[in-house]
């Protein structure tokens, strides 16, 4: 029963946040603060939930989603940029090799495809490393990804280290919200399937799991591949925020900070993650922002605030996170109803107990 | 004969780099001998002596700022293990690799806002930055400085390692950690001794490495320091003759490639050689073959 209740209690919650989108993409201006929050938490948070797709529910500490996110960019770019414009965007290479183009929703699931593809294929040699190993295989990865998208020779598809532009992109917030909302319930039924649960006896113990007559091989190539499409797709969705690509920009950095997202989120929460990424980006493009301008009280000038002062202080409190809140915001629990009522009744309790 | 004169002067290159790269190389290799973590902070306190030693020299002297650089650099390193690695000693690996990320990631954006986002000038050092010629090669008397000082280090090292009591006592806690603890080892002092090497052998490095190069920005530590790390595992983790032949190799090679005109991929190479390695002999060179007990 509590299951039938959490469910549609998770539905009134989903169809209020589609309502207040809408509004929101009415009232505010679109450049605004705000909205660049929230688009770039709803890219973000599919990002972030498919990077805990794998290392908190699989148990595979993989740092490539950086890679896998170039991949699925460029691929979204190369394929949906019209055929009108392809002479001016690739114009040191002759207009380019690829002269025709695809809807963007093709394009985005494209983007997954070819990730995933990748991810098939790496994961053949990669995935038989553990822990540390893996994580610095797949880093290694993302950085040749990055060089190989920059090869002159390979400029008529990937335009060499020019930027890729032109290609359809969204202006509401509508859009990035119901992509992601859609990727995110995808890979929740998938972690509540039979199938999930795998990935979760393989995170738990592998040799147990493997002693249960789960295939390990199998099961962790297919959780890289899923995560590798969902990162690919996030890759796409953020280019098209951006309008514009540039291989250069997907440095081993932005996976750290995917990475340090699902940490406060809680390794193994679908829903700490996305509460994570909200948060992550709330504070470093909004609420943080005066810490970068210098603030005279009086005449009183308040030491220290200048710029990239923001940045310091928000890496200081992601270090008192990772040191002392090491279960995140959620730990491995999900954001329910029932969970909801259960702290209460904790709180009830305590309350009365004193 | 033509190929050596075409590449001699990429060959010294790599000799040189490769040397800087072996001396931050030994860094990871002895930390993650001991406590099992890719020390993913040891590049940025690469970065961070390179900062140190510019800022120092607009006010003293250089025979002073460099020998505060190092100071420096070994309290940070020591500083850091203290308070980021330290609370988390029986926590998971990933989590202490996890601080490891989050410590990287403070140290670039105090660097970010320190230097206020702008390259910062490494001063000229005088004699290591001399020129000199070698045959169809003209280079800086610190090519040459690198390798010759990077031995040194090694050697003297290595005579630490074995020859006294706190080397045997590193060894011993590599072995085995817990054991150790019940021999009466100071673990503590152990690893702060082997973060106190690692960061004194990265500020030399830093030395070297960055008076080849204009200037200092707040990411410069992140590629030396994973190419760094390959090399530590292609010579097998814990290995520290492994972690300079690992260094020489693939300082060698890459300067190699960008000789022959494939600058583009002269990164990846570190990486394609990462993969290659821990396919088909994960211990790397040197590394001794573990084995998963159930």
């Known amino acids: 029963m509590t299951k039938k209740k959490d469910l549609i209690f998770s539905l009134i919650l989903l169809a209020a946040a589609i309502v207040l989108v809408a509004v929101l993409d009415r009232t505010l201006p679109q450049t605004g603060i705000i909205m660049t929050v929230l688009k770039k938490g709803c890219i973000y948070s599919l990002v972030a939930v498919s990077m805990n797709l794998l290392n908190g529910f699989t148990g595979l500490f993989s740092l490539g989603q950086a890679g896998f996110m170039l991949i699925g960019g460029y691929t979204y770019a190369i394929l949906t940029i019209p055929a009108a414009d392809r002479a001016s965007v690739y114009q040191y290479f002759d207009g380019g090799i690829v002269q025709f183009s695809i809807p963007f929703w093709a394009g985005l699931i494209c983007a997954g495809l070819v990730s995933a593809a990748l991810a098939w294929l790496i994961g053949l040699p990669v995935l038989r490393l553990k822990s540390d190993y893996l994580a610095i295989a797949t880093l290694g990865f993302a950085e040749i990804m990055r060089a190989f998208f920059q090869w002159d020779t390979l400029g008529p598809l990937t335009n060499g280290s020019n930027m890729l532009r032109k290609y359809p992109s969204f202006t509401t917030l509508m859009f990035p919200f119901i992509v992601a909302a859609i990727c995110i319930a995808l890979i929740v039924m998938l972690i509540n399937s039979s199938f999930g649960r795998a990935f979760k006896a393989i995170r738990d113990d592998e040799i147990a799991a493997e002693a249960m007559g789960i295939n390990l091989a199998h099961h962790k190539r297919m959780s890289f591949c899923i995560s590798s499409f969902f990162a690919g797709v996030g890759g796409a969705l953020l280019a098209m925020y951006q309008t514009t690509i540039q291989a250069q920009a997907f440095k081993s950095n932005m996976t750290y900070e995917i990475l340090l997202i699902v940490v406060i989120g809680g390794l193994g929460s679908v829903t700490g993650s996305v509460v994570a990424t909200f948060l992550f980006y709330a504070a470093s493009e909004w609420w943080l922002r005066f810490l970068d301008s210098p603030l005279v009280i009086g005449n009183f000038q308040v030491p220290l605030l200048r710029s990239g002062f923001r940045k310091v202080v928000f890496s200081v409190v992601i270090m008192l996170i990772v040191l002392f809140a090491r279960q995140g915001i959620m730990g491995d629990h999900e954001f329910s109803l029932s969970g909801l009522m259960k702290l209460f009744r904790r709180k009830r309790k305590e309350a009365s107990a004193k | ?60 002297p250089l025979y002073l700022s460099i020998p505060l650089t190092i100071l420096v650099t070994v309290i940070l390193g020591m500083l850091i293990e203290r308070v980021a690695y330290k609370p988390l000693r029986n926590s998971p690996r990933m989590s202490v690799m996890i601080s ?55 050697v003297l090292l290595i005579q630490l390692i074995n020859h006294t009591k706190i080397g045997m006592a590193m060894r011993s806690v590599s072995t085995d950690f817990e054991t150790s603890r019940l021999m009466g080892i100071n673990v503590n002092r152990v690893i702060s001794m082997t973060f106190i ?59 190699l490639i960008k000789g022959a005109g494939w600058t583009t991929f002269s990164d990846a190479f570190t990486f394609v050689l990462l993969i290659i390695v821990l396919l088909f002999k994960p211990t790397g060179l040197f590394g001794e073959a573990a084995t998963d007990k159930v």
């Open chain 2, 1 to 60: 004969m033509d190929f050596w004169s075409k590449n001699l002067p990429y060959l010294l290159a790599g000799v040189s780099v490769g040397g800087q790269y072996a001396l931050i190389a030994i860094g990871y290799t002895m930390v993650y001998g001991i406590l099992r973590l890719i020390n993913f902070a040891h590049g940025d306190i690469f970065m961070v002596a390179g900062l140190v030693t510019i800022y120092a020299s607009t006010v003293m």
């Open chain 2, 197 to 255: 090497i690692g960061s004194f052998l990265a500020a030399v490095g830093s030395i070297l490495y960055f008076t080849n190069y204009p200037s200092v920005i707040p990411t410069s530590g992140g590629m030396p320091g994973l190419k760094a790390f390959v090399a530590a595992v292609f010579g097998g983790i814990g290995s520290i003759p492994g972690a300079v032949i690992g260094a020489m190799l693939i300082g060698i090679v890459e300067n």
């Open chain 2, 100 to 154: 490891a990320i989050g410590v990287s990631y403070l140290l670039q954006n105090l660097a970010l806002y320190i230097t206020g986002g702008l390259a910062q000038v490494y001063p000229t050092i005088p004699f290591i930055s001399n020129t000199v010629t070698i045959g169809s090669a003209t280079t800086k008397v610190v090519t040459i400085l690198t390798p010759i000082l990077m031995i040194v280090l090694v």
